[in-house]
DNA sequence: CCCTGATTCGC
DNA sequence: GCGAATCAGG
């Protein structure tokens, strides 16, 4: 793809607002992080908030051939603000609970809205083979998303959003989502 | 393992 | 100028 000054521009705005070479590349499309960082480097717009910085590194070389048959298949990555601690593996939760003597709930988790586990919030442009797809929110709305969550590589889903996805009938009676 | 940016250099 | 491959690090 062409560094058209629109995306030249993108990628200064993005740069700028401290997303990573992975994020922006996913975010602009059709260009691999390294493409970013390297046309970052080429716009000199490196030392992203550095001002007190002198690496003069070097070290090795050695480069062997340059394009093969690759198709850029790199991904997006992550780095979301997370606002809440969470075993990233099993966070299995009690599913159901009678209602009654039961003094402690979860914990306060009241961030936006309904759903569940803390997800990470991705546009579906920053989905990748081990992210969560698990929707959130109304798809026509503004803020609608993905859970994003690691999803183990074994599944769409992450261990959260594969229970409810596959919920063998007996195990819904009175669970709600 | 996942990820990050930095660098080199064939194209 | 571009960006894959590589390095160096978290």
Redesign the pocket.
């Known amino acids: 793809?062409?560094?058209t000054d629109e995306r030249?521009e993108l990628l200064k705005k993005l740069w700028a607002e401290g997303?990573?070479?992975?994020?922006?590349a996913s975010q602009l499309g059709?260009?691999?992080?390294?493409?970013?960082?390297?046309?970052?480097?080429?716009?000199k717009l490196?030392?992203?908030g550095r001002p007190t910085a002198s690496?003069?590194?070097?070290?090795?070389?050695?480069?062997?051939?340059?394009?093969?048959g690759?198709p850029?298949t790199?991904?997006?990555?992550?780095?979301v603000p997370r606002s809440a601690p969470m075993t990233s593996g099993a966070n299995a939760l009690k599913a159901d609970y009678d209602m009654d003597v039961m003094v402690e709930e979860l914990p306060v988790i009241r961030s936006s809205e309904v759903v569940v586990p803390i997800s990470r919030k991705l546009e579906l442009t920053e989905l990748?083979e081990?992210t969560c797809k698990w929707p959130i929110g109304d798809p026509l709305a503004e803020d609608f998303h993905f859970c994003g969550n690691d999803s183990g590589?074994s599944g769409p889903y992450c261990a959260y959003h594969a229970r409810l996805a596959f919920q063998p009938a007996s195990d819904r009676k009175r669970n709600r989502r």
């Open positions: 793809m062409n560094w030249v997303l990573s070479a992975s994020q922006i059709g260009v691999s992080r390294n493409a970013v960082i390297g046309k970052v480097h080429r716009l490196s030392g992203r690496p003069q590194r070097q070290k090795k070389s050695a480069r062997p051939a340059a394009a093969a690759k850029a790199q991904r997006p990555s992550t780095s990748t081990r590589e």
